[in-house]
């Protein structure tokens, strides 16, 4: 008796995950924004404005978010949804 076939997952296109990666950074990015500016009253009415420390923060998260995600979660958010990984 032979081993049936086991068929290989076709790769996700480069616009798929191009696609994803661009989903992903708006979210953590209006996410972690909004979340800083709560924490450091940097709310205005149109949303949120952030400078110095409070900036960085958020940016450290968008980049500690895509570490994290990819590298000990299997992907990131829409990479999952989007199945782009």
Known sequence: MSQP???QPKPASTARK???AILDF???????G???????????E????LKGAPAFVVFA???LY????RRFLGGTLFQRLLGAR
């Open 5 to 7: 076939e086991v068929s």
């Open 18 to 20: 191009v696609f994803a």
């Open 26 to 32: 708006f979210f953590i990015f209006i996410v972690a």
């Open 34 to 44: 909004y979340g800083v500016a709560q924490f450091t009253g940097g709310t205005t």
């Open 46 to 49: 149109g949303g949120f404005e």
């Open 61 to 63: 998260i968008v980049i």
């Open 66 to 69: 895509f570490i994290i995600f």
